[in-house]
């Protein structure tokens, strides 16, 4: 009987500590399509069934959530395909559209984020992308502003000016490895 209640208390364990490893390290920014079409389908039910549907079907929920997030978000996550859709949030009285995709035809991932003001207004397109080249770059109104490159080795900043006309290189963390790169050539 002992034996039985450890076997238990063990494999309830493990459980429970998958469950702690999915929510700490898990990724919970991907799509969770699995639960959002099961949501969409109860929705679309008289008020009445919508409730029923609830109420008997909690561990559905459950169990979609679970599978999304444990297994399609983190495949997604691994393949970077993370975050592909559209959002929109307000802070203050600006509002943010922010859309990422992946570009057909090749595996290039595109964020664009637009501003608007309480009227509506455009204030600012802000676009970030991966080229072919395996670069990042950042454009702010059509205007290139940033390029990183080199981002296996030791990743490489150029930075534009409002013209898009090139200031300067630095390199990221190069601040950081300076100092330790002076000490190892000693």
Not at 77 to 89: D, P, Y
Not at 145 to 168: C, F, I, M, T
Request: charged share 20%.
């Amino acid at each position: 009987m002992l034996h039985l209640m450890t076997k238990v208390a063990g494999y309830a364990g493990a459980f429970l500590a998958s469950l702690v490893v999915a929510f700490s390290v898990g990724c919970a920014s991907g799509g969770f399509k699995l639960t959002r079409e099961y949501a969409r389908f109860v929705n679309k039910q008289h008020i009445i069934v919508r409730i029923i549907i609830y109420l008997l079907t909690t561990i559905v929920f459950a169990v979609t959530l679970l599978v999304d997030m444990v297994i399609f978000n983190t495949m997604d996550f691994w393949q970077g395909r993370v975050s592909a859709g559209e959002f929109k949030f307000s802070e203050g009285e600006k509002t943010f559209h922010v859309r990422h995709e992946i570009l057909p035809g090749a595996p290039l991932k595109r964020s664009t984020i637009e501003v608007f003001n309480p009227e509506k207004s455009l204030l600012q397109t802000v676009v970030l992308q991966e080229t072919t080249g395996g670069e990042i770059e950042l454009f702010v109104d059509g205007v290139l502003r940033g390029k990183v490159r080199d981002l296996e080795g030791l990743p490489l900043a150029s930075v534009y000016d409002a013209k898009g006309e090139w200031q300067n290189d630095r390199m990221i963390l190069g601040e950081a490895l300076t100092p330790a790169l002076k000490s190892a050539s000693r």
